[in-house]
């Protein structure tokens, strides 16, 4: 019972539009509140919001850093590898298959 003091169920996870965290960047841009206090008006974590901030100035160059798109774009690389990867290995067994039946 002691373990349980304290400690937060923890959150389900959820999905924002890009035009909602755009707005929510926006909030945070203006600079008439924190981004703790934008966090906790829209009851978002500071961490997200403070990511989407990050990533919108990436995005506008005013950041290194990859761009959204960028980053798409790296994922769909690296998920067509993988399946080459796994294509290749395919052929490989089957060619070690087919020498084996021939000899």
């Known amino acids: 019972m002691m373990e349980s003091m304290g400690k937060k169920k923890p959150r389900p996870r959820r999905s ?7 707005e ?9 509140r924190s981004v703790g206090q934008v966090a906790k008006d829209f009851d978002l974590t500071e961490t997200a919001v403070r990511q989407w901030v990050r990533q919108a100035e990436v995005d506008t160059g005013q950041r ?8 798409q774009e790296l994922e769909a ?27």
């Open 16 to 22: 924002f539009t890009p035009e909602f965290k755009a």
């Open 24 to 32: 929510i960047v926006e909030l945070c841009q203006r600079g008439d």
């Open 64 to 71: 290194d850093g990859l761009t959204t798109s960028e980053r």
């Open 77 to 103: 690389l690296r998920r067509e590898n993988q399946r080459l990867r796994q294509d290749v290995d395919v052929l490989k067994r089957a060619t070690a298959f087919f020498v084996r039946e021939t000899r």
